[in-house]
Structure formats: structure tokens, C-alpha cells
């Protein structure tokens, strides 16, 4: 089957491909968050077990994976390579339906990690090919949307799933999808040319891994822009985790309600901080460089202050609107903070004008 996407539509094609890929992975990424209370009923575990389930152990192969995965990607065809990882973390999420123990859901959850990891590298790897510098921050803004638009259909179609058919129907549910968008990538998108945006001609060889970990390592700005996104992951995946637990604990709400409450308000708050973020990236990075790296340091702090503060309300009020600015702010510094690395980090002489150790950050 030949690709039945024309090349001139192909970075825009590609992009909703790829948008649309964020979203299903985070919507398999949330889906222990959402169905949390009734796992636990179900299956007899610890908020600690959970807690390790969607957190340390998928973060865990999430993160590590993505730099051999990131060499990967530089070297074989990334939409073949996308193919693979969607189908692994969707199948893996499909199979978590039929988990009875919490060693086969960790197993699960560990081949969800795994194939997620492959989605960031691949996708900045095509971006940074088919959009050129000045276009980057708002081509990271729109995929950036897939998180917060994932966690609003992830929760309230696995709320409503989960609270009218189970926890294990939801899995299946928002696994499909994920297999779905893999075969697209297969089967109608053209492999874009390796640094056709570049400046600079794109190198014969790939560069040694020892030389790309010394290149990185040199550079200040690749190293605090990824230790504060670092930083700043650790605390939204344990929110996107343990928000809707918050919500039915707390304020004695159910799980639907909780579910969409959460998925609503950070989801909202997301896509316009997301695409607010390129927007105003693009605008003062043109007047003064310093933006690129200076709105995500300003909106990450001014968006941990109103998380932690939404926490400590005793009303479900304060914290929607509390939690509702701290999402906008937190999405706002995605789209620039991963400009930024793109591209104002040191810069390697192969593929696509991107690293393949930028690219797995």
C-alpha cells in the first residue's frame, strides 16, 4: 500500500499524526490514575504499589530506554520505528485489562514504559526535519497538546467506562486506539529527508555515543533546561496520578466526577498553555534569545506555586481554579523548553538538526 498522503501536505499530516499519538499515550499513561480506586479494590494493593506502578517503575524504562531508542531513530525509518512502539504500549495496555496480581500488572506497565519511550525521539526527530527553526515552537506547541487533551478524553471516557463497566472493559477501551494510529504512521507517511531544514549538511556517519554524552555534557543550556523539566516531570506525573484519588478522598466524590473534574480542568488548562506557550515563545524569541530559556523557567515556578496551594484547599472550588492557572502554566513552559534544546543546545553533525541525546530528553 503506497502512502496516500501528498508530500506538500505531509508535515501538517504528520503532525496530527504525531499529535494524535501524544494523546494515546497519555491516555495509556493516566489510565492506572483514573482507574486507581477500583485497582486497588480489585486487586488488594498499596497506594505505595500504585505509586510505583505509574510512577518509579514506568518512569523508570521511560527514561532510560529513550536514549538507545533516540539512537534508534536517527539510524532506521522513524515512522516504522513509531509503528512498533504504538503498538507495544497499546498492546500492553489492552493486556493490563486482564492483570489479576500486581506482578502482572507491573509487567504491563513496564512494557507501556518501554514502548513510550520511543514516541519523543522519533517525534522531535521528524519535527526538527519537516519544520524549520522560526515554525519549531509552535510545531512543539500543537504536539505538545496531545498531554492535556489525552487526559481529557482519557478521563472522562475511562471515568464513565470504569464506574459503568469496569476498570478492566476501560483498558481494552483506550488501548485500540494506539494500534490504530501505529498502522497510519506504516502505511501513509513518507519518510521525510534527515536534515532538510538544517543549515548545515547532514553528516555521513552518526556520531559515537561517548561523543554525544561529551557534547551534551559541555553544553549549560541542554543540561539545566532538562534538569528543570526533569524536576518538573516528577511532580505532574505524581499529580496525574494521585489527582483523582485526591478528588474522591478529600471531597468524597465519585469516580466519574473526579475523573472529569480532573480531566477537564487540567485538559483545558493544558491546550491553551500548550499553544500560548509556542505563541508567545515565537513572538519574544524574536526580540530577545534570553525568552526562549527565561518563559519556562517563570511559568514552571509560577505553576508549582499554585499546584502546591491547590493541594492545601479545603474546597473543591479553590482547588479547581487553583489547579486550573498552575496547568496553564506548567503546559506554557513545555512548547519553549523544548524549543530551546532543539534549538539552542549543542549541536551535533548528523541527521535531522537535532541530537539523538536532545531528542531522548
Known amino acids: 500500500m503506497t502512502a496516500a498522503v501528498g508530500r506538500q501536505d505531509q508535515p501538517r499530516y504528520i503532525l ?28 488488594s494493593i498499596s497506594d505505595t504499589e500504585l505509586g510505583v506502578l505509574t510512577g518509579f517503575v514506568f518512569v523508570i524504562f521511560y527514561s532510560v530506554l529513550g536514549v538507545p531508542i533516540g539512537r534508534l531513530a536517527d539510524r532506521f525509518p522513524r515512522r516504522k520505528l513509531l509503528t512498533a512502539c504504538l503498538c507495544l504500549w497499546s498492546a500492553m495496555t489492552i493486556l493490563a485489562g486482564s492483570a489479576t496480581t500486581f506482578g502482572t500488572l507491573l509487567l504491563t506497565r513496564i512494557g507501556v514504559g518501554i514502548g513510550e519511550a520511543g514516541l519523543t525521539p522519533s517525534a522531535h526527530s521528524l519535527l526538527s526535519d519537516l519544520y524549520p527553526r522560526q515554525r519549531r515552537s509552535f510545531a512543539f506547541a500543537v504536539f ?67 561523543a554525544a554524552v ?29 489527582t483523582v484519588p485526591h478528588l474522591i478522598r478529600r471531597y468524597e466524590m465519585d469516580l466519574f466526577t473526579a475523573a472529569s473534574l480532573f480531566g477537564v480542568s487540567y485538559g483545558t488548562a493544558g491546550v491553551l498553555g500548550a499553544v500560548l506557550g509556542g505563541v508567545l515563545t515565537d513572538w519574544a524569541g524574536t526580540r530577545n534569545h534570553r525568552w526562549y530559556a527565561g518563559l ?49 543546545g549543542a549541536k551535533l553533525d548528523h541527521g535531522s538538526g537535532g541530537e539523538v541525546l536532545l531528542r531522548a530528553a
Open 16 to 43: 496530527f499524526l504525531l499529535l494524535l499519538a501524544y494523546m494515546s499515550s497519555y491516555i495509556d499513561r493516566i489510565a492506572l490514575g483514573i482507574f486507581g480506586e477500583a485497582i486497588k479494590r480489585d486487586l
Open 144 to 210: 505538545g497538546a496531545g498531554p492535556p487533551l489525552g487526559i481529557i478524553v482519557g478521563a472522562l471516557a475511562g471515568g464513565w467506562i470504569a464506574q459503568a463497566l469496569g476498570w478492566r472493559i476501560g483498558m481494552v477501551a483506550i488501548g485500540l486506539p494506539g494500534i490504530v494510529i501505529g498502522l497510519l504512521f506504516l502505511l501513509t507517511v513518507h519518510e521525510p529527508q534527515r536534515g532538510q531544514q538544517d543549515d548545515e549538511p547532514v553528516a555521513d556517519a552518526l556520531p559515537s555515543f561517548g
Open 214 to 242: 561529551r557534547t551534551v555534557a559541555r553544553d549549560p543550556l541542554f543540561v539545566l533546561v532538562t534538569l528543570g523539566m526533569a524536576c518538573a516531570a516528577v511532580s505532574l506525573y505524581s499529580l496525574s496520578t494521585f
Open 296 to 344: 519556562p523557567a517563570l511559568s514552571y515556578f509560577a505553576g508549582g506555586l499554585c499546584l502546591v496551594s491547590a493541594l492545601h484547599q479545603n474546597g473543591y472550588r479553590a482547588f479547581t481554579f487553583l489547579f486550573f492557572v498552575g496547568a496553564i502554566c506548567v503546559n506554557l513552559a513545555l512548547a519553549p523548553a523544548q524549543a530551546v534544546v532543539e534549538n539552542g
